[in-house]
């Protein structure tokens, strides 16, 4: 999509993500949708001024029922976590970060998987270790400063921020060795847990590491998205085990405070056995489920923006207002009158 060049007084389309701190294609995805202020269309492209920004108005326009949630005085910290690969834990992570954004609230989301799925589907392109939580958890370094995405802040991952694994496995060693606890497994929690944020989502990798164990320890709560089928509920049980024996690593959520199903195919009849035991195995935590439509997500994957700026009219994006509204009233989020 081309666009006039700075001696025509605007910008293009690669300094205007800079600008924005988005992708490339997600600037020609909000030049589609009319939501740069300023920004119009040319016999060349687009025209983009200096002064770019996205319309607040429009950013929401898209949101059915627009919420306001109270701020809380301390973050909760959230893991959405399934350590069976294809449940639909990172974006549904995405989702909830993004319109917990826009209905009011401060939101932080850590990508702590080295696949970066979440950093690549945020929009973010290119990530420095330094970027990442890595220098932080394992060289005891300072925390690396934020990135502004769709109405939340992320710590993006990439595939060196896996190197963070061998150093908590050297800390436990070496701490076992001198009977004490380790220090880097829960730098993570203490740093969270004082954050000025209302919401912190942290996107583990799917498989039991140390990085996990961190995650886990760092969470007050447990969001467990389950694919409905055989390998979902087989993967269920594993996460509730896991949980069971991570006891003595000190205090994690013992049950998922939220049971999201995803990927419910309702012509199936099959499905709806296996949905009926989810609802049964949790009774009380389980949402309504996110049915399997491929074109909604893996249009927002493709422009690396939320379902709500990909495909603002699909059903797809309709349930998930649905499970986030869910989610949020589950964990305790109040809103505003």
Known sequence: MPTTDLAEGGLTLEQAAKRLGVSPSTVSRYLQLNRLVGAYRTDSGYFIPKDVKVSPTLRTAHIPRLHRYAWRAEPLVVAVWNQAGGAGKTTLCREIAFL??????????????????????SGVEEVALGDTLYEFIAKEGALPPAQERHGYELYPSGLAFDAVNSELTADLMLAAAQGRAGTKIMRLR???????????????????????????????????????????????????????????FGAVPLRPRVVVPTKFSPSVSEAHGYLATLQNLFAA?????????????????????????????????????????????????????
């Open 285 to 337: 935590e389980i949402t309504a489920p996110l049915n399997l439509r491929v074109s909604p997500y893996s249009s927002a994957q493709t422009h690396a923006v939320p379902l709500g700026v990909a495909d603002a009219s699909s059903l797809a994006a309709a349930e998930m207002i649905e499970v986030a509204e869910s989610v949020l009233g589950r964990l305790g989020f109040k809103e505003l009158s």
């Open 100 to 121: 917990a954004g826009q209905w009011g609230l401060r939101v932080l989301v850590c990508d702590l998987d080295a696949q970066a799925n979440l950093t690549s589907w």
């Open 190 to 248: 203490q740093a969270l847990r004082a954050m000025p944020k209302d919401l912190i989502l942290l996107d583990g990798p799917p498989n039991i590491t140390p990085i996990v164990t961190a995650m886990l320890l760092a969470a007050h709560e447990l969001i467990l998205p389950v694919e409905v089928g055989r390998k979902g509920l087989e993967g269920a049980d594993a996460v509730l085990q896991m949980l069971n024996s991570a006891k003595g």
